[in-house]
């Protein structure tokens, strides 16, 4: 098993940056692929970006792809996602997750889910 924690998150105006961190503990990092996802109020949780297990393979979501970067630390147990250039409609829960095969796009593969940490993005 491994527990994720998210930090990170805030009020920000549009235009500015935030950096989302998520610590992992429990079972060895390496093993897993990592992913953000968000969730805005009445909307689906969707993908923004995942990261393999030795960060070997990126993947974006559309929205985010030239703002947003996402990066790991094996040695710390940390993933992060650098948040740049926000717009309003980036306003959500941001959740980390992680799964024990390659990075996927998909929620349902992941096996271990943050609680989130809240982004507001002001016009």
């Known amino acids: 098993q491994v527990q994720l924690v998210e930090s990170g998150g805030g009020l920000v105006q549009a235009g500015g940056s935030l950096r989302l961190s998520c610590a992992a503990s429990?079972?060895?990092?390496?093993?897993?692929?990592m992913g953000w996802f968000r969730q805005a109020p009445g909307k689906e949780r969707e993908f923004v970006a995942a990261i393999s297990r030795l960060g070997g393979t990126i993947l974006y979501a559309d929205a985010v792809k030239g703002r947003f970067t996402i990066s790991r630390g094996n040695a710390e147990n940390t993933v992060n996602l650098q948040t740049n250039s926000l717009k309003p409609e980036d306003t959500a829960t941001y959740y980390c997750?992680?799964?024990?095969?390659?990075?996927?796009?998909?929620?349902?593969?992941?096996?271990?889910w943050g609680r989130g940490t809240q982004v507001t993005v002001s016009s």
């Open positions: 429990g079972q060895t990092f390496s093993g897993f692929a």
């Open positions: 997750a992680a799964r024990y095969f390659g990075a996927s796009e998909r929620p349902p593969d992941y096996d271990y």
